[in-house]
Structure formats: C-alpha cells, structure tokens
C-alpha cells in the first residue's frame, strides 16, 4: 500500500493557468517536501513544511506557493503557469528527526506547460 | 552551504562488471549520508543511509563507505545486473533544517 500517493500522476496546462499539484501521505510524517526532477539538475527542492499549516521556501521557490492544511496533505500551487515549468514533480514525507532525515518519495507527476 | 558532488552520467556497463560511482561532499555538519535509487517511472527510494562517519551501508549488493577525511562515500558493486539500472543519488541530511540535499544523480544503463 502506498504511503505516498500524488494527483494527478500526468497534466497539461496552457501558460498562464493555474495548476494545483496534490499529495497525501499515510506515513504521519511530520515534514513534507516538494522537488521537481530536471535532466541534469536532478532533485531541486521548491517548498516543503514542518507540520500542518507551515510553509517553507525551499531552493527554487520562485513560481510557485504551497500549502499544508494537515498532516496528511500537501499541495504545490502554480498561479501562473509558464513552459519553464514542464517538468517532473516528486512529493516526499520525512521524520523530524534531522540526523536521520530518510524520505520517502511518491511516484511523480509529469507536468507539461504549453 | 552543503553541497553533493557525484559522477555525471551515463555510465553504461555490461552485465557482471564493477560498478563505482563517485560521490563527495561540503558540509559543516556531522551529516548522514544516503544513496537513493530511482528505477524508471517511480519515485527515488532509500537504497541505504549511514550516520557515523567510518561505517559501511549496504544493500541489494551495493556498498558504500563513509570517509570523513576525504568527504566522500563512493557507491560501489561488484557485479551489476541489468536490474540494477536506474538513477543514483548521493545525499546528505542537513541537520539543521531537516532537508536533505541530493547530488544530480548518475544514471546507470547496464547490458544484458
């Protein structure tokens, strides 16, 4: 059974509109993280929060907001969606404990922006 | 700030050969340091983490050793499968804000 799960697994959006990537996770992990995959940059991180209602600006949050309304769910929003944007997007959980930060990935979702 | 630096890729082997990816470090901190595997069309997943500095991870047949004085943690097998092709990660946990900071990644093609 998956503990991470993301939707939509594939979306095109047109520029300019706005995209709402989902994640929930069963892991009652305290930290969530957005990443976005890119061939050679690899994993970047966009957001990611310590617990329901906190947000934090990650490496490359610039485009993009997210939002933590619970433990279980984490969402990354795109208010104005640009083609620089086409990429993949990974959701991850992780333990608070920082020494031994494992995380643990859904399985993506492929964006494309026209 | 912390930063991961590992072989660029792709490497491409032939089945039953020997595998060493490069992976060094910079960090201030007393990290953990993971290798993370990505197979085609998943999410990456935890191939094995260490947190002491001297010890050795292992799993599936890969290794890794924790160097602190040379800052590196070099992932290697003896002989690869062609199973074993997908994108590794080299990563190391930064304390103090509980992120983890991730290499480019290496992929891996290995013939059958």
């Known amino acids: 059974e998956a503990a991470v799960t993301q939707s939509p697994r594939n979306k095109v959006a047109v520029t300019g509109g706005k995209v709402t990537l989902s994640c929930n996770q069963t892991?009652?992990?305290?930290?969530m993280y957005w990443y976005r995959q890119d061939t050679g940059h690899g994993l970047r991180l966009i957001h990611y929060s310590y617990g329901a209602g906190s947000t934090e600006k990650g490496d490359i949050p610039d485009g993009y907001k997210a939002s933590r309304p619970s433990q279980e769910n984490f969402s990354l929003i795109l208010e104005l969606a640009t083609p620089s944007q086409t990429s993949v997007y990974f959701c991850a959980s992780g333990d608070a404990t920082g020494a031994y930060a494992e995380q643990f990935f859904g399985p993506g979702t492929r964006l494309t922006v026209l | 700030g912390d930063s991961v630096t590992q072989t660029e890729g792709p490497v491409t082997l032939s089945e039953g050969t020997s595998l060493t990816v490069n992976c060094s470090y910079e960090t201030k901190q007393y990290p953990t340091l993971f290798w993370y595997v990505q197979y085609p069309g998943e999410g990456p997943q935890l191939l094995f983490k260490v947190p002491k500095a001297n010890e050795k991870g292992s799993s599936r047949g890969f290794e890794a050793t924790y160097n602190k004085e040379a800052t590196s943690f070099h992932l290697q097998k003896a002989s690869v499968q062609e199973s074993d092709s997908a994108v590794y990660y080299c990563?190391?946990?930064?304390?103090?804000?509980?992120?983890?900071?991730f290499g480019k990644g290496t992929h891996l093609h290995v013939l059958p």
């Open positions: 892991n009652n992990h305290n930290n």
């Open positions: 990563a190391l946990s930064d304390t103090n804000a509980y992120k983890v900071i």
